[in-house]
C-alpha cells in the first residue's frame, strides 16, 4: 500500500514560516517526484512545487519562487517544503502527490495522494 501523510500546516502570520513534511510509505521514495499542489476555496488546484526522483531537479510555480524550497530526505521517506515570507494569498489546503520518476505541473499525472494540511496566512 502507498501512502502519503502531510503535517506541519497551521496558522502564521504575514511574513511568517512554515514547514510542511510529506511522509510516505509503501514504497521507495527516491524512484518517485513528488509534487505540492494547493487549492484554496472557490479555486482550482495549483501546482507549488515538485522535486523529481533523487531530488535531481525542482521546480517552483512563479508565486512562490524565491519564498518557498522542496528538499527531501530520501532514507526518511520524506519530503519537506519550506515556506517563508509567506503572503496572505498563500492561504489554502496544500497536498503532496507522488508520480514516478520526473515532476509534472498536472494535477492529473498524480497517482498518489495525501489528504492535505491547511495553511492559513492571517494578521
Known amino acids: 500500500q502507498l501512502q502519503l501523510v502531510e503535517s506541519g500546516g497551521g496558522l502564521v502570520q504575514p511574513g511568517g514560516s512554515l514547514r510542511l513534511s510529506c511522509a510516505v510509505s509503501?514504497?521507495?521514495?527516491?524512484?518517485?517526484?513528488i509534487g505540492w499542489f494547493r487549492q484554496a476555496p472557490g479555486k482550482e488546484r495549483e501546482g507549488v512545487s515538485c522535486?523529481?526522483?533523487?531530488?535531481?531537479?525542482?521546480n517552483y510555480n512563479d508565486s512562490v519562487k524565491g519564498r518557498f524550497t522542496v528538499s527531501r530526505d530520501n532514507a526518511k521517506n520524506t519530503v519537506y517544503l519550506q515556506m517563508n515570507s509567506l503572503k496572505l494569498e498563500d492561504t489554502a489546503v496544500y497536498y503532496c502527490?507522488?508520480?514516478?520518476?520526473?515532476?509534472?505541473?498536472?494535477?492529473?499525472?498524480?497517482?498518489?495522494w495525501g489528504q492535505g494540511t491547511q495553511v492559513t496566512v492571517s494578521s
Open positions: 502527490a507522488a508520480r514516478y520518476s520526473y515532476c509534472s505541473g498536472y494535477a492529473g499525472s498524480y497517482d498518489y
Open positions: 522535486i523529481s526522483r533523487y531530488g535531481g531537479s525542482t
Open positions: 509503501g514504497f521507495t521514495l527516491n524512484y518517485y517526484a
